[in-house]
């Protein structure tokens, strides 16, 4: 067996040793590891103790969801006093009042004194992605931190943003243009291990008595009981000087967070063809810092989200206040759950992509339209306010 070289080769070496590990030892086995390591005092935030609802939100924060949806609910109710957390993974960066990397998110030690802040300082929680928000405390599952959580008065909700309760063979039945129907063999031992984890959210998600909410529409099919919680941006941030041009090769962008779950093998082929032709220019990027989107976005004329899932999510938003043509697959009964009408995104399976393009640039005029009414709908959904609204129930409630 080679040594490692590196304390990050280290760290990945430990993981990859864990994940044999059964889950009720893992939490003494993390507890053993902060013996060796040197005390430390763990800084975090405090809602103001004089407000009436004091909430947290994490530890997922995708696409800085949880920051966002703490400001809106700050700013719609005056008795609110929020903090968002955020587990940091990886090399993105987005806002958080309250960031903790992974190694000390792995520590007993500081999973301890997050369960007593938790307790401590807030009324309600609403654990984000369906991660433990304890750390490995309760094995790594936050289905238990739920229980802990209630039995200590606290009022507790989860929420999904996909991937946690979206089950991939329900997903291949509903949606013809499904991922899940032919996986590529690098993508099979991924997705089987999907199918098992998500069938066991899926159901608790399902029957638990907590609130529930999703942060797309498209959701709903997988969750029928949860609240619609509309993601957020800021139209500040995404607010483009520079107008659509169809008429001279637009640039059309591509940036998947996930490959795979967007059904980038499809749009690729057709978008490099498409290029390679002098029809469009395709700009193709992964692993973008949050600070470079807005000048990327700026950069495009048409902005491909995804082909494969029938969901629009935060990228598409972000193009449509930066009166940027959208595409992405969404399906009409997925539109028609869209609580305000009008959804201004192009329609496209992998199937239909080239022709909608093409139909796009044959239809500058009518599509630089379309674009314009981008921010008008991102402001009536997006910005905050039905969020908080949709937040609302659970704030008002009271522990028993």
Known sequence: MRVPHSSSELRRLVTRVLSYVPPRYKF???????????SKVYERPHPDPLKKIRLIIGPANHAEQAWH????????????SAISMARQRGELTFRADYRIDLKEYRSARWSISQKAWLKENFTHVLIDGIRPIMGPKFQDDCLLEVDELLSSGLNVGLIAHGSEIRVPSMHADIYPSSPFRNVPAEYRDLVAVMEKNTKVWNKYFNDTMVPTYVSTVDLLDFAPKATYLPTIVNPDEWTSQRDVNLNNRPVVLHIPTNPFLKGSNLIDPILKSLDHQGIISYLRLEGIAPSQMPHFINQADIVVEQCVLGLYSVMAIQAMTAQRIAIAHVPDWVRSRVPVPGLPIVDATASQLEERILHIINNAQEYESVARTGPAFVESLHTGAQSARALTPFLERTSS
Not at 28 to 38: L, S
């Open 28 to 38: 003494q086995i993390y507890r053993a590891m902060d013996v060796v390591r040197k």
């Open 69 to 80: 949806w703490c400001r809106a609910a700050e700013r719609e109710n005056t008795s609110v």
